[in-house]
């Protein structure tokens, strides 16, 4: 029974309260011409973002069923795939501990069916702020452009976690920033796919510092 409600009646509460917060808040929005840009080559997109800066963004793309994403196997993934699910979203499971293989083909036929997809930079449990090489992969395969998003908000709790999770309060301001899109050709060698996750990895940084200055 308890199972069942965290499973089932947790993701509508999480819903409500975020979609409470998100509409509350102050919203800055930055450079989101690159998004624009990118949509009009009409190929899909492989969003990404830091874990910890993941709470805003079902609120920013609510019920446009914009991109697909990518959420882990884990109970904790069930219950980020069921709230997202609420706020429009399809999902595919698994990340690079588990379940990776069959994640990775089902987003680039996603992807080749021309719909978008959401994929955590740092992975489901890190390190801090490290990319990690499966979205480089997709991409390479796909052929589609990275799109780099961060957003800070003024006023915000910070957690103690490995991905310094924040969770902005009501009535503050924020800022979302779109960076240049990182892409990864079929050119791209071993080599290079190290110096494209390192790309990827400062652009994600020098956003992440941008919508956490406040002067």
């Not at 997709?138 to 780099?148: E, F, K, N, Q």
């Not at 960076?179 to 996750?197: A, I, N, Y």
């Amino acid at each position: 029974m308890k199972k069942n409600l965290y499973k089932y009646i947790l993701p509508y509460v999480l819903f409500v309260i975020l979609y409470l917060i998100g509409k509350t808040l102050r919203v800055q929005i930055i450079n989101r011409d690159v998004e624009s840009r990118l949509e009009k080559q009409g190929k899909a997109i492989i969003y990404t973002f830091w874990h910890g800066r993941m709470l805003y963004f079902p609120y920013l793309y609510r019920f446009s069923s914009k991109s697909t994403i990518l959420t882990s196997p884990s109970e904790d993934g069930e219950i980020v795939a069921r709230t997202a699910k609420i706020f429009g979203f399809s999902s595919i499971r698994g990340s690079s501990f588990k379940k990776g293989g069959p994640a990775l083909l089902k987003m680039t036929r996603s992807i080749k069916k021309g719909k978008s997809v959401t994929v955590v930079g740092d992975g489901s449990r890190g390190p801090l702020y490290k990319v990690q090489e499966g979205i480089i992969n997709l991409a390479y395969l796909t052929g589609v452009s990275i799109l780099p998003v961060a957003y800070g908000a003024k006023n915000k709790i910070q957690l103690n976690t490995w991905d310094r999770f924040i969770i902005p309060l009501p009535f503050s301001k924020i800022k979302v920033m779109y960076g240049e899109p990182v892409c990864v050709d079929k050119k791209t060698e071993e080599k290079k796919s190290k110096s494209k996750r390192e790309e990827l990895e400062k652009k994600l940084k020098e956003i992440t510092q941008a919508v956490d200055s406040w002067d």
